[in-house]
């Protein structure tokens, strides 16, 4: 697949390595392409760095991993790029929403022709390398409303060496930002559907 990374630091860059490892050709992309240098000299041949609109445009999946407060602005630099297109989101909220929108529907309003998931936005990257590829596999949380984004972000969980978690759709999101049950809960695939139970109760 093609995969644009808009959002290209700890999180994007290390997502946009792990991609090109699995065979997908990658373009990242941040307010400053030109510093991306050092990211794509990680990407094996497979990677490029392009301004956001072109990195969308490029992309048949969006990984999306600005700052949080940021994240207004790159969806506007993206445009009409992200219409039609998975976008995969992974930031969180830099403090917790206690009423309205979580921050995952908040962004979904605002490109609201995107595709959007939520997912890789629960653990620091740290904990991802550790156990990326190891059994028994992470849980890795995957929240939305559609079929095409559930399958496209599963199966790039599943190219990186986690295991995708189905935790509902675009309301469950909450649970996995900022302040939610499910944020910074390393759990692998065994344990998932029992603690996803227990953070249900959130919700009702
Ligand atoms: N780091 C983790 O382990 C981790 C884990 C889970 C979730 N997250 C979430 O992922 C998001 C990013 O975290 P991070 O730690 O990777 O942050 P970071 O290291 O500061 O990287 C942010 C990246 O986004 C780019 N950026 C900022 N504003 C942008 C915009 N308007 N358009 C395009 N690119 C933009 C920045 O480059 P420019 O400033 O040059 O544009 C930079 O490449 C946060 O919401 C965080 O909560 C992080």
New binding site residues.
């Given amino acids: 697949m093609h995969i644009g990374v ?7 860059a290390t997502l946009a390595e792990w991609c090109a490892e699995s065979g997908h050709d990658v373009a990242v ?4 392409p030109e ?1 991306l240098g050092g990211v794509v000299d990680h990407l094996g041949g497979h990677g490029t760095a392009l301004p ?1 609109a072109e990195a969308a445009a490029f992309a048949d999946v969006v990984l999306f ?4 407060e ?1 994240a207004p ?2 969806i506007e ?1 993206a445009g009409s790029a992200l219409d039609g297109k998975v976008v995969i989101d ?3 909220p830099t403090v917790p929403v206690l009423d309205g929108p979580s921050g995952f529907e908040t962004l979904m309003q605002m490109a609201p022709k995107a595709h959007w998931a939520k997912a ?6 740290a904990v991802l390398n550790r156990r990326r590829g190891h059994d028994p596999l992470l849980a890795e949380f995957v929240c939305t409303d559609l079929t095409d984004a559930r399958q496209a972000a599963s199966r790039i969980i599943r190219d990186m060496g986690f295991a995708p978690f189905y935790a509902g759709g675009a309301e469950a999101a909450r649970l996995t930002e900022t302040g939610g049950p499910l944020q910074q809960y390393e759990v692998d695939v065994f344990r998932a559907q029992d603690v996803l139970a227990d953070a249900l109760t959130v919700l009702r």
């Fill in positions: 808009i959002g290209a630091g700890q999180l994007g992309a941040s307010r400053h510093r956001v991993a600005p700052n949080w940021t602005q790159a630099l992974a930031t969180n890789f936005n629960t653990l620091p990257t």
